[in-house]
């Protein structure tokens, strides 16, 4: 397969079979996003990437994460998630705190609000992800679409200029829809 890494003399139209999967892929791109946002609003009175911060967080075995490891792991500039943090505090779902020393560091913390709101929101979105597209793809069709995620992620990243960035989340991470973790009562 040949690659293109810049500005070529000649554009490489797609043929009819590249058209097809890229129509095909832009449609999940701009539709699953809109229709879990609006799903997560009407069930959970969440965005879908309010949900995505308040899951994430779940996940760290403090509920705490600086900001910029959480906007790498939400894939979200530091403005959007400054907006979309402060909005979430303000319901208290979360609490931001300054890290001490140079530099403007901040750690967002998720509460006990904040936790109960994503454990309570988390079956209804394992449920949409499910119904929109996990349960009507085969086996071999979700190999492939790991395959094909991974890939696009992969080449994303070759892109960018911070590539080898250290707020990437390592390979092991959980990912945001596994739910939120679980503590000890």
Same mark, same amino acid.
């Given at each position: 397969?040949?690659?293109?890494?810049?500005? $070529?003399?000649?554009?490489?139209?797609?043929?009819?079979?590249?058209? =097809?999967?890229?129509?095909?892929?832009?449609?999940?791109?701009?539709?699953? #996003? &809109? =229709?879990?946002?609006?799903?997560?609003?009407?069930?959970?009175?969440?965005?879908?990437?309010?949900?995505?911060?308040?899951?994430?967080?779940?996940?760290?075995?403090?509920?705490?994460?600086?900001?910029?490891?959480?906007?790498?792991?939400?894939?979200?500039?530091?403005?959007?998630?400054?907006?979309? $943090?402060?909005?979430?505090?303000?319901?208290?779902?979360?609490?931001?705190?300054?890290?001490?020393?140079?530099?403007?560091?901040?750690?967002?913390?998720?509460?006990?609000?904040?936790?109960? $709101?994503? $454990? /309570?929101?988390? #079956?209804?979105?394992?449920?949409?992800?499910?119904?929109?597209?996990?349960?009507?793809?085969?086996?071999?069709?979700?190999?492939?679409?790991?395959?094909?995620? &991974?890939?696009?992620? /992969?080449?994303?990243?070759?892109?960018?200029?911070? /590539?080898?960035? /250290?707020?990437? #989340? #390592?390979?092991?991470?959980?990912?945001?829809?596994?739910?939120?973790?679980?503590?000890?009562?």
């Amino acid at each position: 397969m040949k690659k293109s890494t810049g500005p $070529v003399a000649e554009t490489r139209w797609l043929n009819g079979d590249e058209l =097809a999967a890229w129509l095909a892929n832009s449609a999940i791109m701009i539709s699953l #996003p &809109a =229709a879990l946002d609006a799903r997560m609003q009407r069930e959970a009175q969440l965005t879908f990437f309010e949900y995505m911060v308040l899951s994430v967080l779940s996940e760290q075995p403090d509920r705490t994460m600086q900001m910029s490891a959480l906007a790498a792991r939400t894939a979200a500039s530091l403005s959007r998630l400054s907006h979309v $943090v402060g909005r979430l505090e303000k319901r208290g779902l979360l609490a931001r705190k300054r890290i001490p020393g140079s530099g403007r560091r901040t750690t967002a913390t998720l509460t006990e609000a904040g936790y109960e $709101v994503v $454990v /309570a929101a988390a #079956p209804g979105h394992v449920a949409a992800v499910r119904e929109y597209l996990i349960d009507d793809l085969e086996p071999h069709e979700l190999a492939a679409l790991r395959r094909i995620g &991974a890939a696009v992620d /992969a080449a994303i990243k070759r892109g960018q200029p911070d /590539a080898s960035s /250290a707020a990437s #989340p #390592p390979p092991e991470a959980p990912t945001i829809h596994s739910g939120p973790r679980r503590t000890a009562d």
